[in-house]
């Protein structure tokens, strides 16, 4: 009796998995799937190499600090690094009194409460403080950006997939709409055509707008692919800022996996040397 109902209940599973394999079929025939506007025009990232790129990858730290110049000067209006603090730059190689200097002068003034009275006020950042938020809230944020919310850009290499290249190619796709792009697809009022963003059109103006926008410290010339460039190695930094750790440790781990494959084989021929198979 038990095997019968088995044998039933087994039945019962094949025959839901054929008929919704069948109805799959036959909805797929119907109705074939149709390639949506924003598929067709949206561009996968451009390719482009960075120094911490493959297993051996390691930062530039000149790359790096000019990259957190560009952040600096251009998107630190608009976008916050709530997870990194003014003295995490000592790994860009910035002494401590630089670090100091950095956060004393840094546009926007960190939330506080006064001691003495208790009640909100403002005050400078210090070293140990995180970069503060340009907004002092979603609805500031989105009233100041055409009710777009500017997103974070701490870990934005991460949660975007090809993460520095996608950075890279949304700086420098800003391009007028192509010809056959149907007009409901079009960028609106306030809004800009990028094919890199996933539905094409974004809020945000081009930030980074001509050759020369900033002056590096270090006399590279600032052109708008190498402005694009540098900030992307800056935010890949913020999202992973152990990755030359986790590629030492990646290669030692190897290494020792080897050298231990080597002696468990060499053990092997030495315990079962004399023996027959």
């Known amino acids: 009796m038990v095997r019968l109902l088995g044998a039933l209940v087994g039945l019962g599973f094949l025959l839901v998995l054929a008929i919704s394999l069948v109805t799959g079929i036959t909805g797929f025939f119907r109705e074939p799937p149709t390639e ?9 990232p451009k390719h482009v190499s ?10 530039d730290r000149q790359q790096l600090q ?4 560009v952040y600096k000067e251009v998107c630190a209006a608009c976008h916050g690094l709530n997870l990194v603090a003014f003295r995490n730059l000592a790994d860009l190689g910035y002494e401590e009194a630089e670090i100091k200097a950095i956060a004393n002068q840094w546009a926007i003034e960190v939330p506080d409460i006064n001691p003495e009275t208790g009640e909100p006020t403002m005050r400078k950042a210090i070293a140990a403080d995180r970069f503060p938020n340009p907004y002092a809230n979603e609805v500031a944020a989105r009233a100041a950006n055409n009710n777009a919310m500017p997103p974070d850009l701490s870990l934005i290499t991460k949660a975007r997939h090809h993460g520095p290249a996608y950075v890279y190619s949304l700086l420098t796709g800003y391009q007028n709409p192509p010809a056959n792009l149907p007009k409901e697809a079009r960028p609106g009022q306030g809004l800009y055509y990028n094919p ?9 103006p081009p930030p980074i707008a001509a050759d020369g926008q900033v002056t590096y410290a270090d006399g590279t010339n600032p052109t708008r692919d190498q402005m694009a460039k540098d900030v992307s190695a800056f ?19 190897l290494l020792f996996l080897l050298v231990a494959t080597v002696l468990a084989y060499l053990s092997y021929r030495q315990i079962w040397a004399s023996r027959k198979h």
């Open 196 to 204: 890199y963003f996933p539905n094409l059109n974004l809020a945000m």
């Open 66 to 69: 000019r990259g957190f110049q």
């Open 235 to 253: 935010l890949t930094w913020t999202a992973e800022p152990f990755l030359e750790n986790r590629h030492r440790t990646g290669i030692a781990v």
């Open 50 to 59: 960075f120094s911490f790129d493959g297993p051996f990858g390691k930062f």
């Open 36 to 44: 949506t506007i924003e598929h067709k025009f949206h561009q996968d």
